[in-house]
């Protein structure tokens, strides 16, 4: 294994390698400023005010503003999704197998992608009158928009998160940078969970929500992927490159399939995409008002308070992640507790019912539970740090790029399956936002199974996802082996230049 081997500017490239390498200061003392990790969390902040926008409002913009036909939003929406997630893992291969002229592979990327999918995020929040009844250009137009927005957002998205595993070669401080993005994320998160607040509002002044969403994709989604730049601001320290001819196409993909650790988290995210729920905003809109100190709060603001106060604990949480952890005994654990604290807290929820002010109790027992649930990004992203770093300890080969598209794949498959298990289900309740806002009611089906499928549903992927996570083994004799090892092997590179 020949460690950051090649830098394709020439001279000066080499130089500034050797200058890094030589340099390189002991793994306790750590190399990430403080500076530049929040330069990082701002980029992954940004980027989540735009993700969060298109995975949390899209499939209700396409039912409740656009009234897009119901069978053109399972077909397409699922079969993009799917193709998407797909192509998620070559995109990281190419990715990996790509070294710009400074030796970098991933900053680059942040650096230009996001404006493209800044502005396909424009487009997804409008409906273009010619498609009015036109089941075919509906299709057409949501699948093209949304297959171009995925694939820019694919390459910002693996490069980001595949910078926590390059600015630092110590898993410690690794640890911390996923903690850092994590809330990074969870902050930028906040933004769109306002937006039911926004619908409130609209609604109360009579601004048409098809105004409000062209706004929100001009200011949400194009302006979060321009704040999503920031990210470029941090370095990468650990720099390989394969010597030609090492590795090939198949290798990468073949490394990762190796990846037992990687392997086994994905298989149990994909599991949990097998929830037989409905939506939040669903169940609130048309099932849920608080009496709050006399007055009356609708479905949409209750279901904003809903998610502060259920998510709070958790977002709290991830200032303590670390020590959570040890406590529980690693990362792997802290995965298996969040699904345990879902099963349970939400059968309790089950009975305690949400009429009558009750969902304020219910509130409080997801906060409970959000503690453990509020850490598994973090826990998910140091996982494949440590995961990375064992393989190329086994087969010489880093994989930043492929392990975190592989992340990203599963993460849409979840998605898929749960946009086509969650259009299935509304389909079955004979849901229609276009006839109940003409003055029809909802069925006696949706009214009947709202409740159990939203709060019960979930239970089903918390128990698919903990069987693959007990199979995972990484002591940390290991991982202190393993990292010893790299840290001689670099040292040894150093020596060559």
């Not at 709060?455 to 002591?475: E, T």
Request: glycine share 10%.
């Amino acid at each position: 294994m020949l460690f950051a081997a090649k830098i394709y500017d020439g001279c000066d490239g080499m130089t500034k390698l050797k200058e890094f390498l030589n340099n390189t200061i002991e793994p306790e003392k750590g190399v990430v400023t403080r500076r530049e990790g929040l330069w990082f969390a701002l980029g992954v902040a940004g980027q989540n005010v735009s993700c969060g926008l298109v995975s949390g409002w899209f499939y209700y913009f396409c039912t409740d503003v656009a009234y897009y036909d119901m069978r053109v939003i399972a077909f397409v929406l699922t079969f993009a999704r799917i193709w998407d997630a797909v192509n998620d893992p070559l995109m990281g291969v190419l990715i990996d197998r790509h070294r710009f002229k400074n030796g970098e592979k991933l900053r680059p990327w942040l650096k230009s992608v996001p404006f493209a999918a800044g502005i396909c995020t424009i487009l997804m929040f409008i409906r273009p009158g010619i498609i009015a009844d036109k089941l075919f250009l509906q299709g057409a137009f949501i699948l093209i928009i949304y297959l171009i927005y995925d694939m820019a957002f694919t390459v910002q998205d693996v490069s980001m998160w595949g910078m926590t595993a390059v600015m630092s070669p110590v898993s410690e401080e690794r640890g911390r940078l996923s903690q850092w993005g994590r809330i990074g994320g969870t902050i930028g998160s906040w933004l769109p969970g306002l937006i039911s607040v926004f619908i409130s509002f609209a609604n109360a002044v009579n601004l048409p929500e098809s105004m409000l969403f062209g706004v929100l994709g001009a200011v949400f989604g194009f302006g979060g992927m321009l704040v999503s730049t920031c990210s470029a601001r941090a370095k990468e320290r650990v720099l390989s490159v394969p010597e030609k001819g090492a590795a090939g196409f198949r290798d990468n993909l073949g490394d990762l399939f190796k990846n037992r650790t990687v392997m086994m988290v994905l298989l149990g995210s994909i599991l949990s995409g097998l929830s037989l729920g409905i939506p939040q905003v669903y169940f609130f809109k048309y099932k849920v008002s608080l009496d709050l100190f006399g007055f009356t709060v609708d479905g949409m603001t209750s279901s904003f308070i809903f998610g502060i106060v259920s998510g709070l604990p958790g977002t709290l949480a991830m200032l303590i992640a670390p020590q959570l952890a040890k406590k529980v005994g690693g990362m792997k654990n802290i995965l298996i507790l969040s699904c345990a604290a879902a099963i349970i807290t939400r059968i309790l929820c089950y009975f305690v019912g949400y009429e009558n002010n009750k969902i304020i109790i219910v509130m409080l027992l997801m906060a409970v539970a959000s503690i453990p649930a509020g850490i598994t990004g973090i826990a998910m992203t140091a996982l494949f740090g440590d995961s990375i770093d064992y393989m190329e300890w086994k087969t010489g080969r880093r994989a930043e790029a492929i392990t975190f598209a592989a992340q990203t794949f599963a993460s849409k498959i979840v998605v898929a399956i749960n946009t086509g298990v969650q259009t299935a289900l509304l389909m079955a309740l004979d849901y229609s936002a276009e006839a109940y806002e003409a003055g029809l009611p909802l069925s006696a089906a949706f009214d009947k199974w709202a409740w159990p499928l939203f709060i019960l549903g979930p239970i089903v992927g918390s128990v698919l996802n903990i069987i693959p996570l007990l199979f995972i083994k990484y002591p940390n004799s290991l991982k202190a082996r393993v990292e010893a090892e790299l840290k001689s092997r670099r040292e040894a590179d150093t020596m060559r230049f």
